[in-house]
Every structure is written in C-alpha cells, then in structure tokens.
C-alpha cells in the first residue's frame, strides 16, 4: 500500500452503468462487459473522426442503502456505478451510435460527469481480504489531518477487474463532506447525468491505488 495523500481532483467525464450486487456476480459481470463494448464502439468512431483514444482503467463507485457499515451489509445488496473515464470532447452523438451497435443492456450505459474535487487516495497491493488495513490507514490519514468524509467509495482497478479474493494492483479515493472508504478506489462527490444531476449517498469508506475520499476539513 502506498502512504495515502490528500489531491485536488478533476472533472471528468465517461461512461458508466449502474446497479445492485455482489461483484463477480453475474449481473455485475454482464454490466462490465457491455459497458467495455460500448466503449469499444465509441473508441472506434472517434477514430473514424481521427481521434485517438485509449481503453482507459475500469474504476467502481460503491454505497450502501442501509445505516449499516458497508462491510455488514450483504454483498448482494450493495450498489455499484461501474466507470469508464473518457477523454473531454467526446460528442455525445458517438455514445449513442455506440449504444445501437450493443447488446440490449447498452442501453443502460449513460454518459456521465463526475465532481470529485479534495479527496485522500492510496494504492492498495494484494487481495481484496487485506483492503481493511489500507482503509484503516486511510481513516487515519483523515482523521489525523482533520478531515471527514464525503461522497462514494471509489476503486480504480489497476492490474484486473473487481472480483473478490483476486490479488491486484487498485487505487483509491475518498474526500468529502463525509468520510468516504473505497478499494484501489477513489471517491466522489457527486455524480452528474448528461441533462440533470443526481446526488448518490455515499458508501463511508475510502480507497483507491490510488484512493480517493471527498473530505473536508472540520471548522
């Protein structure tokens, strides 16, 4: 793991699904494919318009719907925004023409803007069964610089995709209004759709391989 550090992050803009279970499952797994088709397909016509783009990092926003700690709550209860950052610029026209060239779960990809801004991050090394260790020294990064926590647990998955028990690579965010915790993750704020913004209640943890956490400082 690496020492875990407070940065500003940007807005950026991607793709992202959305939706309820236990990583690995076979809901989660049929959203991580479409979601890299319909990628590939918005990769491939902004090529055509002879600009280059790369298959970027999966990376994983993740909360709960209950007053539980996250880690107490079922797994196939947890929520999860799977997302594909993309470079600004991309004309939302591709997206759509991207989605038609899909399966039918295409059509739950959205194009999407994420406000991150102040956030704590780490790497985390190793399998997910040792995420705790990083999470509490993330917790105590914040605690100790006067920080809580704000916005989603966020992952960014650097070396596999998320599956439990899978040795890898992730960075994590987490800073916000409240303390946020996450896996080779980062955290956000706020998530806005393309047309109208959404707000998301946060998962209160915090990671990343480089991890962010919305956090603020106490006053």
């Known amino acids: ?3 875990p550090e407070l940065v500003d992050i940007d807005t950026v803009t991607g793709l ?4 309820v279970g236990a990583p690995g499952e076979e809901s989660h797994v049929d959203n991580t494919k479409v979601l890299y ?3 590939g397909a918005v990769i491939a016509l902004a090529a055509e318009q002879g600009v280059p783009v790369s298959m970027p990092p999966l990376e994983g926003f993740w909360w709960v719907e209950d007053d539980r700690p996250p880690f107490e709550v079922p797994r196939q209860e947890w929520h999860w925004r799977l997302f594909l950052r993309m470079p600004d610029g991309i004309d939302p026209a591709w997206v759509e023409q991207a989605r038609d060239r899909a399966p039918r779960l295409a059509a739950r990809v959205a ?16 399998p997910y069964a040792d995420e705790p260790r990083t999470l509490s ?10 920080l809580v926590r704000r ?16 040795p ?3 960075r994590r965010r987490g800073a916000e209004a409240r303390r946020n915790r996450g896996r080779g993750w980062k ?10 913004g959404d707000r998301e209640r946060g998962f209160d943890q915090g990671n990343r391989a480089r991890s962010p956490f919305g956090a603020e400082r106490l006053r």
Request: charge should be positive; charged fraction near 20%.
């Open 168 to 170: 890898r690579s992730l």
């Open 137 to 146: 020294t993330m917790d105590k990064f914040m605690a100790e610089a006067g």
């Open 1 to 3: 793991m690496t020492t």
């Open 187 to 196: 955290r956000c704020p706020r998530f806005a759709r393309h047309g109208r």
């Open 37 to 39: 088709q319909v990628a």
């Open 16 to 19: 992202s699904v959305t939706g």
């Open 111 to 126: 194009l999407t803007t994420v406000h991150e801004g102040r956030c704590v991050q780490a790497t985390h090394h190793g």
């Open 151 to 166: 916005g989603l647990h966020h992952e960014i998955y650097l070396t596999d995709s998320p599956r439990g028990g899978v």
